[in-house]
């Protein structure tokens, strides 16, 4: 609180005038949609050893499987026939199989979500659960405690919003509804099951951006995101900085949008933008230098990533008086971007406000190393929980992610991560057999000849 307070005084003595001109951007970089799903793990083992079902576990996963709808998800993925039918035949064999199959596909959605890859459209997110939380680990000790709903309910995100959803799916009313609570419980599950307790987060569709320490929000900005020509893709890289001050440097595309022929007939007025330029024709290259018409404001989040996204500042204050605010060219514009870059200086790069105030009032470009990077989360949530927190709202799906989503829900979902080959491949010599007449040496090979 004495950081936060500290803060209030040279933040209000550095307020940016707000500038109306239209300003492009650094432009994303579109990457190809992800369409191949990731292949099963294989683990072999003789039937043998094979996880060992009991009676009362696979009657209990049975419970869960007819249940999993309240997670989202269909219970007939999971055979829920095939597996009565071997609870009821008796056969041990059988019985492992079956249960083992339901229950690391069931175990798999759950993690990692049930959406073949070809159905999340520009989602670049990575997800550490699969290294944090291994099946086959989670499924022995399930079965030897006798704790298979538990051990499955625990792969839940850990966030309270996903608990909202799963609250709120109980009472939709229509199909439609409880498909967008879904889709949204899906992308949670895309994602790290526990964010961390340090993160920023920018939900696309709510057109925010919230920043997270110690488990807490401390503040919450308005963003401008990419139109739908320019959309802005997910991702979760980590932040390893804040540039205040920072240079911009043009893309090509920008660059023969029109700076490229302001330069060449009028330089005299490029220089007067802030644009410093080397080469020409094609090999040009230009540079804005930091100033109060710099695209990219006072401020820029230094997050690298192939997509070429940030967050940062604009001298185009006026459009975060829009409701809805999808014009950039792909990037995060932050608003109050002195107090937001304020905040990553103090709290995430162990700066005084005063050194903070000092590089935002020289002028000069300055970064600020975070201590520890963390990461940033660029979400697409278009179901949230309301105001009071006390059920949801539904948001415009302004890029048309949401539709490729329900029809996969008609589909088969994704592979099992983990495969059990009851039958392992047979085994190959590596030390080979002993010949029984020693072969002739050679001149020069070595030994005695």
Known sequence: ?????????????????AFAQAVKEDSVVLQPDKVADDAPVVETMSEANLPSWS??????????????????????????EGLQAAIDGGNQIQLDKVATDSFLLLATHMRDGRTPNAARKQWFMT????????????????????????????????HKN???????????????????????????????RDLGDRYVVSNVPEYLTRVVHGGTIIATHKA???????????????ATGI???????????????????????????????GYTWTGSGKTLSVVQQPGPGNALGVMKMEMLNPHAIYLHDTPSKGAFAS????????????????????????????????????????????????????????????????????????????????????????????????LISPNPPPVVPTVPVAQTTPPLSKPGSGGVY
């Open 243 to 273: 540039i205040v001050n920072p240079t911009w440097t043009l893309p090509k595309s920008i660059i023969a949008e029109g700076i490229g022929a302001t330069i060449a007939r009028s330089p005299r007025a490029a220089r007067a933008q």
């Open 127 to 158: 997800d550490s659960d699969v290294q944090k939380t291994p099946l086959i680990a989670l499924l022995t000790s399930a079965l030897v405690s006798g704790t298979v709903p538990a051990a499955l309910v625990a792969l839940d995100p850990t």
């Open 224 to 238: 401008v995101v990419g139109k739908p020509t320019t959309p802005t893709p997910q991702l979760n890289p980590m």
């Open 162 to 192: 996903f608990a909202i959803l799963k609250a709120s799916l109980k009472s939709a009313k229509t199909t439609v509804d409880a498909n967008a609570i879904r889709v949204n419980m899906e992308r949670w599950r895309w994602m790290p």
């Open 1 to 17: 609180m004495r950081k936060a307070a500290a803060l209030i005084l040279p933040m209000t003595l550095l307020a940016a005038p």
């Open 55 to 80: 009676t009362a576990n696979a009657k209990s996963l049975l419970t869960f499987i007819k249940t999993s709808g309240d997670e989202g998800l269909f219970p007939k993925d999971y055979n829920p």
């Open 323 to 418: 409701t809805a605010r999808a014009f950039s060219h792909g990037c995060i514009r932050t608003e109050k971007a002195l107090h937001f870059s304020g905040l990553m200086a103090v709290y995430f790069a162990g700066r005084s406000p005063e050194e903070f105030g000092e590089a935002i009032a020289s002028g000069k470009t300055t970064k600020f190393s975070f201590e520890q990077p963390f990461p940033v989360y660029v979400a697409y949530w278009t179901v949230i929980p309301n105001a009071a927190g006390t059920g949801i709202s539904k948001l415009a799906d302004i890029y048309g992610r949401d539709a490729p989503v329900v029809a996969s829900f008609a589909k088969p979902g994704r592979a099992a991560a983990v």
